[in-house]
């Protein structure tokens, strides 16, 4: 059996087939950086998710140090139970307070943990204590809107 | 009375017919898999399948693709700038491309492109009784014509979907980022914080490769099955394009349905 110039052409487009996959793979998903080799569940408790959804981004100082797992409703105590994945590599002390923030004004949620001081880390399994709940715009605007009404009319 | 007797009459030999085709198709497939094996035996069959569906299609897949993905890009800016999130075109071209276009556009020009073909070698090797001669000679022809068309295109499919969304999102990238002047960074990183390997890339592929084994034994069979005639040929290819395309999009709707439930 000889080599041909067909079994060149049929390389050719395999090669490029399996490049074009390999494209879509790292340069166009996220293959490279979502994935984080070893995780720690943390949990926290929260009044209110608002729109946090599962696999959404953990981040601290801006950077994604994890994923939400699962969340799930406590019926004893009525309050929202996140579970999320956090890389190993990073610890975080025990005050570390976890809220759920919002990326741009129409872009999705996440929960920022914005660290403490404590000397001591946070185990895997432990419950964060100290949360902040989602802001829900509607909450915010009728806030807003009693105190205007409050204050009384306008002094001219 | 007799109209109606008619008429129930042909109904029932239709439905009957078409039973019948079903039945044999489905024996088709299978007795195509048994004898499969012997194609991985015999590779240089097989190239020459991959070439004749594969790398004879890189042209109108490629060309195909970038016009799309030009498209998209125009279009997408279009609506996207009156919500002032231009930088989430790429979000839009890529998910649009890897999730549903890539597979199912792919899989309609593949369709027509290399199924029709392969209907039409196999449709007209019956009606001039080469299979039949094959079949004298102990040579099967399943084996020797059949399976290697098929798993031809079953392997050419997703590799040319794969390269139908890649030119897509360079297309997109074009008219986003080198014409209009979509910021670069956000283009590419708004696209890979949003489209998941597992989610959108990896169930893409999943689709082309159904799409690839469902049009590639509607055309293999078509062949086969084919009237032995020039009418007859015709006719199948026809029927092998047809059916390829409403396959696709019913396909699609299901495994759609499938992949992105959590919607």
């Known amino acids: 059996m000889n080599r041909t110039v067909l079994d060149l052409w049929v390389g050719f487009f395999v090669a490029i087939g399996i490049a074009a996959l390999l494209f879509l793979a790292l340069k166009v998903g996220n293959l490279s950086s979502a994935n984080f080799a070893e995780t720690y569940v943390l949990q926290a408790k929260f009044d209110n998710i608002g729109g946090l959804k599962v696999r959404g981004p953990v981040k601290s100082a801006g950077v994604v140090v994890g994923r939400v797992a699962n969340i799930h409703f406590d019926p004893a105590t009525y309050e929202a139970v996140v579970s999320m994945n956090v890389d190993t590599r990073y610890r975080f002390p025990k005050d570390t307070f976890a809220s759920i923030l919002t990326s741009g004004l129409l872009g999705e949620q996440y929960i920022g943990l914005d660290v403490g001081g404590d000397e001591k880390m946070l185990k895997p399994g432990d419950v964060i204590a100290k949360t902040q709940s989602a802001v829900v715009l509607e909450k915010l605007i009728s806030q807003f809107l009693f105190n205007k009404a409050s204050e009384g009319p306008e002094k001219k | 009375m007799d109209k109606v007797q008619g008429f129930l009459v042909g109904l029932g030999s239709r439905v009957t017919d078409r039973l019948w085709r079903l039945g044999f198709a489905a024996r088709f497939f299978v007795m195509l898999l048994v004898y499969s094996g012997q194609t991985f035996l015999r590779p240089h069959l097989l190239l020459r399948e991959i070439w004749f569906s594969g790398v004879l299609s890189l042209i109108i897949i490629l060309v195909s693709g970038l016009f799309v993905g030009l498209v998209l890009g125009l279009q997408g800016y279009d609506t996207l700038q009156r919500y002032g999130s231009s930088e989430a075109l790429g979000v839009l071209v890529a998910l649009s491309l890897v999730r549903e276009l890539g597979p199912v556009v792919a899989g309609l020009l593949f369709a027509s492109r290399a199924g029709s073909a392969v209907t039409a070698e196999i449709g007209l090797m019956k009606a001039t009784e080469q299979l039949k001669a094959m079949d004298m000679m102990a040579v099967n022809p399943l084996a020797r014509v059949v399976a290697p068309?098929?798993?031809?295109?079953?392997?050419?499919?997703?590799?040319?979907?794969?390269?139908?969304?890649?030119?897509?999102?360079?297309?997109?990238?074009?008219?986003?980022?080198?014409?209009?002047?979509?910021?670069?960074?956000?283009?590419?990183s708004q696209m890979q914080s949003s489209v998941d390997f597992r989610e959108d890339v990896l169930n893409g592929i999943i689709k082309s490769f159904v799409f690839g084994i469902a049009v590639s034994l509607i055309a293999v069979f078509e062949g086969y099955d084919s009237i032995p005639t020039a009418e007859g040929v015709s006719r199948a290819i026809t029927r092998t394009v047809v059916t390829s395309a409403l396959a696709i999009l019913a396909l699609d709707f299901v495994l759609t349905s499938f992949m992105f439930r959590s919607l």
């Open chain 2, 149 to 188: 068309r098929f798993w031809g295109g079953v392997i050419s499919m997703p590799l040319l979907a794969a390269l139908f969304s890649m030119m897509g999102v360079f297309g997109g990238y074009l008219i986003g980022v080198v014409f209009i002047g979509v910021d670069e960074g956000a283009f590419w």
